[in-house]
């Protein structure tokens, strides 16, 4: 009915590639027996393996398993250990166990279960005429983790080779400058290959050599980063595909001893909320502020009223007003404020929608920025949260002297 | 390769069903002539109408026309229009037009031309054999309008009707307990139908209804949705499916006049945030408090210190003064607070990862809940701002006396 968007199709694309594994076709299908059929058939008809996402779930519209089970002509099995599972997962939680949702424990027979840390279907693997056969849930965070731990291993052995990267991920300079910067190495790419992936206010280079083993396919991969991280200098944040940028900003503190801090307007949290995602942020993360009315910004941070009056809440003096005043409430070294206008409505000929003010302190330093971002609400927070992180980062260094090449987005 | 993500799909499968045609099938097939045309075949052989998309650029492996073409018995012939309109996109823009550029003005023989006004490469539509493809442009950008202005008028005169949809969303109760309350009427729907989707904290029904007209289609959901409406009496939030329950939460606070804050530890600026998605907050959302640090939460709240070392900061008594300090400093008749354990690190055998209490106070009453969930950090950060979200909505209508069926998630 379209009213989800299918990330997982993306997400096992793309990781098949990474292990080696060529993906031909992708299809959607609707939970109907025999369309279900059809697909499944004509699949296995032209691939070694099939992923199939979805309808492991405890309704009746949940039909992935009985039809599997038809296609190879083998019987649904309750497991008893799965249903201990279950019955162990819905006591913690002190909710009542149904009937229906033992039917999640159901496996065909000589399958091989995969275990779901992250939710109470199982996923299922089947071996058949020469054929892989992974069922895993739908929802993207139950999905993911079962790839990796239990479907991956397998992929890349079928594959009989591994693909190695690493990732150069860059903030503060523009997609076309950045791939500018290093169009030479581009241009001249086989083994490793070099993916430039532009994200909001940052790019990333996937760097991914295949070899027969880890190791080859590692050393093949270690002169690019290297030359990489050369051309980009400080701008380079992580060559690790897990860190974000907030790991990059909350490791940066942890490393100088110092506090950090937020005064949020127009994010409403987000920023804060980027510095939580870190596992022991709190070394160095302790409060921050929210201050989306006036009032707030001046009782909370002290932003004078005059400068509210005459300059406005959007502005670059209420946003070094925020900072500075969020650095000494919070009693912290670093602090970041933004203020700006989210949309759709509140924008003016002079303040249009989606101008921001990003304000950075550290120590006795203050850096203000502004910004505009073209999109709706929604994009001009993400953006401004984005920039917000890659500010104090930038701001951080270069309180050390550390410039690096940067351009406004 | 999975660097892309299909919205283009969702967002023709959605169309689609608005204009009563029916979508069985997607497929996504890389540039290679061999694999797209048996593509094509199979889809010509099971729908009425095939929407394609991409392959219509300059590039060499952009060879949607020519596998078309082939598969019609057509000719590529040269559209002197189309050659026109591209000299003057070009010289308008100051860029030379290559000769590659004039092969998006290959059209197979006898098809239609749908203009494209938002790129360069047009739009083609092919009747043959009682079946009608249309060809679109990649980018989202041009695909939309183009199938807005040019493709959804002939699919709906094709599909003789429409589809006309509801979303009931409830919060509160988990999905088993939610479809064995509406289980007779799950197993007799037929028009219209309804389907679950199971959410985080939430169940959402999708009623839609096929008629000759939206009118009647309506009139069929209806019936349907007040049923649905009357079962799950207030845990029913919405029934349009763009609001969220942040949405909700808001709009709850205009109608009673309320302030509302938030008090978020672990969730470090998420519910706030979640808040400040609902364009025009402001009227009722001026602050929020972010304590992560014990300090923060004496200094911010004035939760006594006497209670962080007696009950710790993950308990019942931490999280009701956090609620009480946040209506009391933010000056408001609702507050939020939440106080868990996200993890990885920090769980105790009695205080395990995961372990969340959430307060809400309304007025002069206080609520406090205790939940457990069992994921990873960004999965019991996302649960806890959705089940503070809810309960936030279930404190204000108990207030009022307003109570319904909510079961601990």
Redesign the interface.
């Known amino acids: 009915?379209?009213?989800?968007?299918?990330?997982n199709?993306?997400?096992?694309?793309?990781?098949?590639?990474d292990l080696g594994a060529v993906?031909?076709?992708?299809?959607?299908?609707?939970d109907?027996p025999k369309?279900l059929k059809e697909?499944v058939k004509?699949a296995l008809s032209r691939a070694d393996a099939v992923l199939l996402t979805g309808g492991l779930?405890?309704?009746?519209?949940d039909l992935t398993k009985q039809t599997m089970a038809e296609i190879f002509g083998r019987k649904l099995c309750r497991d008893e250990v799965t249903c201990e599972a279950l019955k162990a997962?819905f006591k913690?939680?002190?909710?009542?166990c149904?009937e229906?949702?033992f039917r999640q424990a159901d496996i065909p027979e000589g399958a091989e279960i995969l275990p779901n840390n992250?939710g109470t279907a199982p996923g299922i693997h089947i071996f058949d005429e020469a054929k892989h056969v992974f069922l895993m849930p739908g929802p993207p965070?139950e999905m993911k983790?079962m790839f990796e731990e239990s479907v991956a291993p397998k992929l890349s052995e079928l594959s009989g080779g591994v693909i190695y990267s690493e990732m150069v991920k860059v903030c503060g300079i523009p997609e076309s400058t950045a791939e500018t910067m290093i169009s030479d190495i581009l241009e001249n790419q086989s083994n490793p290959t070099i993916?430039p992936?532009a994200k909001l206010g940052e790019v990333h280079f996937r760097v991914s050599a295949k070899a027969s083993d880890k190791e080859h396919a590692m050393a093949l991969t270690e002169p690019v980063v290297k030359e990489l991280k050369k051309r980009f200098g400080a701008a380079v944040y992580t060559t690790c595909e897990k860190e974000q940028l907030e790991d990059a900003v909350i490791a940066l503190c942890k490393e100088h001893g110092y506090q950090i801090t937020?005064a949020?307007s127009?994010?409403?949290?987000?920023?804060?909320?980027r510095?939580?995602?870190v596992?022991?942020?709190?070394t160095c993360?302790?409060?921050?502020?929210?201050?989306?009315?006036n009032?707030?910004k001046v009782e909370?941070l002290g932003v004078s009223e005059e400068t509210l009056r005459k300059f406005g809440a959007v502005s670059e003096e209420t946003a070094r007003e925020m900072a500075l005043g969020a650095q000494k409430h919070g009693k912290v070294e670093v602090a970041v404020a933004v203020t700006g206008i989210?949309?759709?409505?509140g924008g003016t000929p002079e303040k249009p929608v989606g101008l921001v003010y990003v304000a950075c302190a550290v120590k006795e330093r203050v850096w203000v920025r502004r910004y505009w971002f073209g999109g709706d609400?929604?994009k001009n927070?993400e953006n401004t949260t984005t920039v917000a992180l890659a500010m104090a980062r930038n701001c951080i260094l270069e309180y050390d002297g550390i410039t690096y090449h940067q351009e406004m987005l």
């Open positions: 009915m379209g009213n989800i968007v299918n990330t199709a993306a997400y096992l694309a793309k990781r098949c590639a993906c031909y076709f992708q299809e959607v299908v609707g109907n369309r697909t004509l779930g405890p309704t009746q519209d997962y913690k939680r002190g909710i009542a149904t229906n949702n992250n965070n983790p993916a992936y937020t949020e127009c994010t409403g949290g987000l920023i804060s909320a510095l939580v995602n596992s022991g942020a709190s993360f302790g409060r921050s502020f929210v201050t989306y009315a009032e707030a909370e989210a949309g759709p409505t609400r929604t927070r």
